[in-house]
């Protein structure tokens, strides 16, 4: 079974050695731009990493921390270079609720001042935070985010794993699959942007008014799925997608022990595996969705079940494909799913 364990940050004496001695000798510029005199962006995943550039435009400088498909957030140990790389950030983004872990880690170990701007915190479903709805009725904006010195985590306040972890149980913390929390998370890093880089605000906000009619284009075809197939049954071996497929009307009807099991690394109870495959054989289920980078016995077992009875398997990752941005992702993911179900 491949385990999904949230890992510390592991740093060696040397390296944090070495960076002590790189803070010294020459002040360093304002940490808010870097020598090209943009905006410094650091992102946990290259997700938020490209909507930072669909926002930033010609006036960030973005790094992701993961960029390659075959790195898990969740596994993820960061490296001295990624500290140095906080240490000289403008703007963070992360994910938070524990997805991304190693980020507070490596923002308490640089001692980076840069606002961090956490993506579940713009979730409506997330705890403590507003009504989705009321937030758009009202036209506000999502509550600010918070400087490295005051960052306190609402998740801080959930409790942990047996692995000390940060773990809200209940919540999907997958929320860059939901089409209305980036659209909240994309005003919310243009409003930062523009607080950091006065001179480019306006431009921020263009950006982030054209990205976010790409979201409603992606929500009208998700829209489209919904016309045809609501109420469909589909199962996902874990809940990465379910942001996504609920939008477009769809039922999730996997056993929640079984994608729980797999989401945590952990073997999934034969009762629950047993039900899974007597669901595949009913006949009801018209969608698997499987996520590549994670697996084991159990999952390769319903998915061999799910291509015996023609049931169309398709992957949904949690970085980009090569090549892609956020929107063309996303469209290619709900194309995909479209395809499926007339198939």
């Known amino acids: 079974m491949t385990r999904r364990l949230l890992a510390p940050v592991v740093l060696g004496a040397a390296s944090v050695l070495a960076l002590a001695g790189c803070a010294g000798g020459t002040p360093a510029a304002d940490s808010s731009t870097g020598t090209s005199g943009k905006v410094t962006v650091v992102a946990s995943t290259d997700v938020y990493g490209s909507i930072a550039e669909a926002v930033g435009g010609d006036f960030v400088d973005v790094t992701s921390i993961i960029t390659s498909p075959t790195q898990d957030p969740h596994e993820y140990e960061a490296s001295a270079q990624d500290q140095l790389t906080l240490k000289n950030a403008g703007l963070v983004i992360e994910n938070g609720a524990g997805y991304d872990s190693f980020m507070e880690g490596l923002v308490e170990a640089s001692g980076t001042t840069a606002p961090v701007i956490t993506a579940v915190e713009y979730n409506h479903d997330y705890p403590g935070a507003a009504s989705h709805d009321e937030a ?93 197939s609501a109420g469909a049954k589909i199962f996902v071996t874990e809940p990465v997608p379910v942001y996504l497929t609920t939008a477009a009307g769809l039922d999730n009807a996997t056993p929640n022990e079984f994608s729980e099991s797999v989401e945590e690394g952990q073997d999934v109870p034969p009762a629950t595996l047993l039900e899974s495959l007597q669901l595949l054989d009913s006949g009801e289920i018209k969608v698997m969705i499987v996520n590549p980078q994670t697996g084991g016995a159990e999952v390769t077992q319903v998915e061999d079940e799910a291509k015996a009875k023609n049931i169309p398997v398709i992957e949904f990752t949690e970085t980009l494909p090569e090549g892609q941005t956020y929107i063309s992702w996303m469209q290619s993911n709900i194309t995909a799913l479209s395809d499926a179900l007339a198939a």
Request: net charge negative.
């Open 136 to 228: 758009h009725a009202d036209d506000a904006s999502p509550a600010p985010s918070e400087s490295a010195d005051d960052h306190d985590h609402a998740e801080d306040e959930a409790h942990a794993d047996d692995d000390g972890h940060d773990h809200i149980e209940g919540f999907n913390e997958h929320v860059w699959y939901d089409p209305h929390t980036v659209e909240d998370l994309t005003g919310a890093i243009a409003e930062k942007l523009g607080e950091l880089a006065p001179d480019h605000a306006a431009d921020f906000t263009a950006n982030a008014d054209a990205f976010t009619k790409e979201i409603a284009g992606l929500e009208d075809s998700l829209d489209q799925i919904k016309a045809t």
